[in-house]
């Protein structure tokens, strides 16, 4: 007779239940032990917090499991409760010590109930054909025929990528809702938010404002140190040019080498606004002019908010990078189609003409950020690769492990943004200008237009032409965490795929970036989306591309929400005037009269507010919430990743403490691991 010791971790935060009728079976090369239940045969029982930072808690339970001779190799261990149990709890993983002396982690990271019947794998990566022995095989069959019938896709609109099948954000599978915690926080931080920030008594108001002391007292609690800076600096030419270069949409700007054929711009037009003897074609040789095109916009049909129509524009705005390394606007013309009563405006018109003017352009630019630089290209994309993910890799698979961390409550946070803010009576769709009819259609221009290039940030920085321009920390931060990344990705794939022949023949793998390509509708030749990987260093570009989108650009542009929209004026929902036509018939009360109405700002303070806000189970980029790699390089070319974060984390705090503005939205240290808000 020998025994086997085997340690059952189970998370706290998620149970509902406990693991008392569930029975353990040890399947090893030689045999399978009996199906022990877990309540019986325990040595001892463990309650402690395992994870400070993800605030999280393990209970582990340790039992003794009897067999006539040694299983041999172990292959599985299997979960299974009765049909008759109510009980439901959420398993992390177990440890089996042999009689041999030789302990073996089974990751699980699922939830055990009388609806599923779970084999677990050791946490050895291995390729399906690496898998010799048919129950190893019929195991990676089983859990992903599991899968492909749990997780299915839907057609949210022709133009976009396909996201998950589910009817409501409860009917979502439970290994993908949110934790106890995690659930608890957002109920309770949705209930009290209008509250919290005293702004439950501006729910009745449907009044435009009389005077911008009063947005000023609206918006006195939502206030970040930032956003205090912001407040102060909204007006100022210089700060307007900053955040296209480190604001919440740092992505759109780009090199001009030759005028726009639709801007009315000439040498005229804004040599006043060079400095002394600059001419405009000189400066775009030298490389120091600059363009904005929020082209997307054109034409959309702008939503009715509260019965007042509101005005969307589709600016093309022109700046200058001076001796002084400011980024400042020199032109905006604020339709697509020049005309006379589409003037261009420059910084010698009239101050409240070009405050006008700049305002409309970041109710433009705040609309882009929601929709397509945050909602699309983080949110949808994730969930892209996160359904294909979970359909195409069992979690034996090296490529799994790697990804599934990075898609950790991405599913129902997508669902819940479906529902809350694009769906009929959601924030987006009735309080902002771009909403209703013109979000899916903004989103459908948005998914066309986007290329692969743009999702690589290398790549984005030098087809936008911005590899040189100063005080671009978006960029420096951003292309530091890039190769770090891309160095452990590559150090990771490199470990497991000995050739590119390996990747030549990873069926699974080549499944996987067909569904992206297919179900995130990439296959046009234009767009530039491999539909397969035939090496090594291919691979190792695009699975770097679906992390650092799924973290750090997520966070750069979700974490700087409530810093630069949190003073209404630098960010509008929508404006309730028109653009002006002609110059000289703009006022500081006309702007006013423009700004979304009082309830309107408190709903979309409340939105920044939630979506900035940091998570009660916040797990940072690299954070240890699952533990699926257990072999010695992995594990040491994790903690090297870690360790070079960390170094980027003190060089970004050390920068900060010299600028007026400092730029914290890509320090490792505030990048989430996935898509959680």
């Not at 570009?541 to 929209?565: R, W």
Request: hydrophobic share 40%; net charge negative.
């Amino acid at each position: 007779m020998v025994m086997y010791r085997v340690v059952v971790y189970q998370e706290g935060l998620f149970l509902s239940g406990d693991a008392h009728q569930t029975v353990v079976q040890l399947v090893g090369s030689r045999g399978a032990s009996e199906r022990v239940p877990l309540v019986e045969r325990s040595i001892c029982r463990i309650l402690k917090n395992m994870c400070c930072c993800c605030k999280t808690s393990e209970e582990k339970a340790e039992y003794a499991v009897h067999c006539p001779s040694s299983l041999g190799a172990l292959l599985l261990v299997r979960l299974e409760a009765p049909s008759t149990t109510a009980s439901v709890w959420f398993c992390l993983k177990v440890a089996v010590t042999t009689p041999e002396g030789g302990v073996s982690l089974f990751p699980c990271y699922r939830f055990v109930s009388c609806l599923t019947s779970l084999a677990l794998r050791d946490s050895i990566a291995k390729f399906v054909f690496n898998d010799v022995r048919p129950i190893e095989l019929d195991q990676r069959i089983n859990e992903l025929t599991y899968r492909r019938q749990t997780y299915r896709w839907s057609c949210y609109d022709d133009g976009l990528p396909e996201t998950m099948k589910a009817d409501s954000v409860t009917s979502l599978p439970a290994d993908v809702r949110f934790s106890v915690s995690k659930a608890t926080d957002m109920i309770l931080t949705v209930s009290k938010v209008l509250v919290e920030l005293g702004l439950q008594s501006f729910l009745c108001s449907q009044q435009r404002w009389p005077s911008f002391h009063q947005i000023h007292q609206l918006c006195r609690q939502t206030r970040t140190p930032t956003c205090r800076l912001v407040e102060r600096l909204w007006r100022e030419d210089w700060f307007f040019g900053h955040q296209f270069l480190n604001g919440a949409n740092p992505t759109l700007i780009r090199r001009c080498t030759e005028i726009p054929p639709n801007m009315a711009v000439t040498e005229e037009t804004v040599g006043a606004s060079l400095e002394a003897g600059a001419c405009l074609s000189q400066e775009m040789e030298r490389g120091n002019v600059f363009v904005v095109d929020y082209r997307l916009l054109d034409g959309l049909t702008a939503n009715t908010v509260n019965r007042k129509q509101n005005y969307l524009t589709a600016p093309l705005v022109l700046l200058h990078l001076n001796s002084n390394n400011q980024l400042l606007p020199v032109a905006i013309q604020l339709k697509q189609s020049p005309g006379e009563t589409n003037p261009v405006f420059v910084p010698q018109d009239l101050e409240a003409d070009w405050l006008t003017a700049k305002t409309f352009v970041r109710s433009a630019d705040f609309a882009d950020h929601e929709l397509r630089s945050h909602f699309l290209r983080t949110h949808v994309l994730s969930e892209l690769f996160a359904m294909a993910t979970l359909r195409n890799f069992p979690m034996v698979h090296p490529l799994y492990k790697l990804l599934a961390p990075h898609f950790h409550f991405t599913l129902e946070i997508d669902s819940l943004a479906r529902q809350l803010l694009l769906s009929d009576g959601g924030s987006l769709k009735e309080y902002t200008a771009v909403g209703g009819a013109a979000t899916l259609e903004f989103l459908r221009r948005a998914s066309a237009s986007l290329t692969y290039r743009d999702l690589c940030l290398p790549d984005d920085i030098s087809g936008r032409g911005l590899d040189s321009i100063p005080d671009y920390y978006y960029r420096d931060d951003g292309l530091r965490l890039w190769d770090i990344i891309h160095r452990y990705v590559g150090g990771v794939v490199s470990y497991y795929y000995h050739s590119n022949d390996d990747v030549i023949r990873d069926s699974e793998l080549q499944s996987w970036i067909n569904e992206i390509i297919v179900f995130g509708h990439l296959g046009d030749e234009k767009k530039g989306f491999p539909k397969s990987f035939t090496s090594v260093l291919e691979l190792t570009y695009f699975v770097t591309m679906v992390i650092f989108n799924a973290s750090a650009q997520h966070s750069a542009v979700n974490n700087a929400q409530l810093d630069y929209f949190g003073w209404m004026p630098n960010a509008p929902l929508g404006l309730q005037r028109p653009p002006p036509a002609c110059r000289g018939c703009c006022s500081e009360r006309s702007l006013l009269d423009s700004f979304p109405d009082v309830v309107s700002t408190v709903h979309g303070l409340a939105t920044v507010y939630l979506l900035s806000k940091k998570p009660a189970d916040f797990v940072p980029l690299g954070g240890l919430a699952e533990q699926h790699f257990t072999e010695s390089v992995p594990v040491e070319l994790a903690a090297r990743f870690r360790s070079d974060m960390k170094r980027l984390s003190c060089d970004i705090i050390a920068r900060n403490v010299g600028l007026k503005l400092p730029y914290v939205y890509l320090d490792p240290a505030t990048v989430e691991n996935s898509v959680t808000r």
